[in-house]
């Protein structure tokens, strides 16, 4: 068997910015000093002047990026997930969510894969906070072509969104002729008849080689890749809840207001159906080789699988 | 527009502060008046603008990043044809565009979504970059409190607008030396201001924000500077021109009942019949 080709997401974004660029003339890159780690640094590389270095000052850069959306500009804000959704909550929330401009927050070093560094740079509410502003689109691709085909779509959609980036080099399972995103809906990777597993992100591999090891135990999994967290393929979690009767959503982010939230939202509305949450337990991060954090918090396919055996 | 026009014009824009946050029963009468003749001179005399064609794309961008004195801004819109001066009074209402703090989205006139303090000045800076970027002409000017510049992103904005040489931006200081908890050296001084802009690398110019004569001297010098951006910092009098709110913090966001409203028009009707006889 050959070896899987591995492409850190934070890497797709670089990549896909500089293929963005020579199409959109208004595109601009935004950092905040981290354009060698957001990857950033080949647009700056291909585009010096539409680059643009703010410094060590997230709050400023975001709505510098409202002012630029407000004048005709398409600009990407790149840093940390733990700053861009954290400490820079507000200014999305009030100079970007409300009047609806259309920033694209690039958001990479999300969850616990940024590794060594740590619990204060391991963003594992991110998703939660972005979902709560109006409007806000929200996406998580799972490996290097969805991160590279988010990117435009991100550009197509007029208004805020917020794309989430890792910094571990993870599987590419989306390289496939046919290949197509489509913002805001999910896609089922693999059928299966007794339940349905809902991942995102990194997760998106671990889930799928935890369904090949439950299929060879008796069990059938059916697998959906949720790259658009924000709007939510509704239609799709519903019929796959009653389809299979016991769903379980894997994610690279707190059980709170993440992915599992936001089926469960769905689900106990429309299809209430048994749903099993695995992320991060309501606990901070710490260092570690990101490949090692994501076994000891039950992430990787030997994790997911366990927990889904008890559950099924 | 002449000195004495502008005047008339900025009593007109005071009496529909008054009469807006009266309406609302809520609002920010005392910094709206102190910043009322900087509002005037912006959109009367300073501005390329057209009331006729809100969106136009040439013409100079304003953040209002002290929010809260939407009411100013309105009234100022309203006096210059965007809107009604009528619809003023809908000022925070249930189901009126005039949202309590200025709203891009729905308000003809409007540039950018403020209120919540030191974001407004970052909007502005990121608009000066974009006409710089794709050799623009336009002019960007942004409208601060003196209490707002103890927001940190106040100075993020400032040290990134110096490093980039911004000169097609203007930040103007509204500087009446209150705030809601009391005087702006009690709370937490931010003096010495045109110290503090000058270190950010901008060029500072002091003047008095209820003189047509300096607010003309002091855009023009902005106008003329070249390499660096232009910080305007403008002693002002909170309450300007209705009697009992003058100087009082108590002021900054309160509305006045109908008695005190009776006595607010009747100060500004004065200072109208004043201007009548020049």
Not at chain 1, 289 to 308: F, T
Not at chain 2, 147 to 154: C, F, I, K, N, Y
Not at chain 2, 164 to 193: A, F, M
Not at chain 2, 223 to 234: C, E, H, L, V
Request: glycine share 10%; net charge negative.
């Amino acid at each position: 068997m050959s070896e899987v080709k591995k492409i850190a997401t934070r890497d797709s974004y670089g990549n896909a910015l500089v293929e963005a660029g020579a199409k959109y003339d208004n595109l601009l890159v935004l950092d905040a000093d981290l354009a060698a780690a957001t990857k950033t640094g080949v647009f700056k590389k291909a585009y010096p002047d539409r680059h643009i270095d703010c410094g060590i000052a997230e709050c400023n850069m975001v709505t510098i990026g409202a002012g630029l959306a407000a004048t005709g500009k398409i600009p990407f804000v790149s840093t940390f997930a733990m700053f861009a959704a954290g400490r820079a909550f507000e200014q999305v929330r009030n100079s970007v969510g409300y009047p609806k401009l259309n920033v694209k927050i690039g958001a990479t070093h999300a969850g616990i894969s940024v590794g060594e560094d740590g619990a204060s740079h391991q963003c594992n509410e991110d998703i939660a906070l972005m979902r709560a502003i109006p409007g806000m689109v929200i996406i998580n691709p799972a490996d290097d072509v969805e991160a590279r085909a988010a990117v435009f779509a991100a550009i197509e959609h007029n208004g805020p969104v917020y794309l989430r980036f890792g910094r571990l080099a993870t599987p590419v399972i989306n390289d496939t002729p046919d290949y197509k995103f489509e913002l805001g809906k999910g896609v089922v990777l693999k059928e299966g008849k007794d339940i349905t597993i809902v991942a995102t992100g990194l997760c998106v591999a671990e889930s799928l080689a935890a369904a090949a090891r439950l299929e060879a135990d008796g069990i059938s999994a059916k697998v959906i890749n949720i790259h658009t967290i924000k709007p939510l393929d509704e239609e799709l979690i519903i019929t796959a809840a009653k389809e299979t009767g016991k769903v379980v959503t894997v994610e690279e982010h707190s059980v709170i207001g993440g992915l599992g939230s936001a089926v469960c939202d769905c689900l106990s509305e429309n299809a209430p159906t048994p749903v099993m949450k695995i992320g991060i337990n309501d606990v901070f991060g710490e260092s570690g080789p990101a490949v090692e954090l994501i076994k000891k918090y039950g992430l990787d396919a030997e994790g997911i699988y366990s927990k889904i055996k008890s559950f099924s | 527009m002449n000195k004495l026009e502008l005047q008339k014009t900025a009593n007109e824009i005071r009496k529909g502060i008054v009469t807006a946050v009266h309406s609302a029963k809520a609002g920010h009468p005392g910094g709206s008046l102190s910043s009322a003749d900087i509002f005037t001179y912006l959109y009367f005399n300073e501005m390329n603008i057209d009331p006729e064609n809100p969106k136009k794309a040439d013409r100079d961008r304003f953040v209002l990043s002290k929010g809260h004195v939407a009411p100013a801004l309105y009234s100022t819109l309203a006096n210059r044809g965007y809107f009604p001066v009528e619809d003023l009074k809908t000022l925070r209402h249930l189901g009126s565009y005039l949202q309590g703090h200025p709203d891009m989205k729905g308000i003809p006139g409007v540039d950018m979504s403020s209120g919540s303090l030191g974001q407004g000045i970052s909007a502005a800076v990121g608009m000066a970059l974009s006409a710089k970027l794709s050799n623009e002409d336009y002019r960007v000017y942004t409208l601060l409190g003196d209490g707002e510049l103890q927001e940190g992103q106040v100075w993020e904005a400032s040290m990134f607008a110096g490093h980039r040489k911004l000169d097609n931006l203007v930040v103007i200081v509204d500087n009446n030396g209150l705030q809601i908890d009391g005087n702006i050296e009690d709370v937490c001084s931010p003096y010495p201001i045109d110290e503090k802009f000058k270190a950010f690398n901008f060029h500072v110019i002091n003047a008095d924000a209820h003189d047509f004569d300096s607010l003309e001297t002091a855009f023009a010098e902005a106008k003329a500077t070249k390499g660096m951006p232009t910080a305007i910092i403008a002693k002002s009098t909170k309450g300007k021109n209705v009697s009992f709110m003058e100087n009082q913090a108590a002021w900054h966001g309160t509305a006045p009942n109908d008695e005190q409203y009776a006595i607010a028009m009747e100060d500004l009707k004065k200072v109208g019949e004043a201007l009548c006889q020049k």
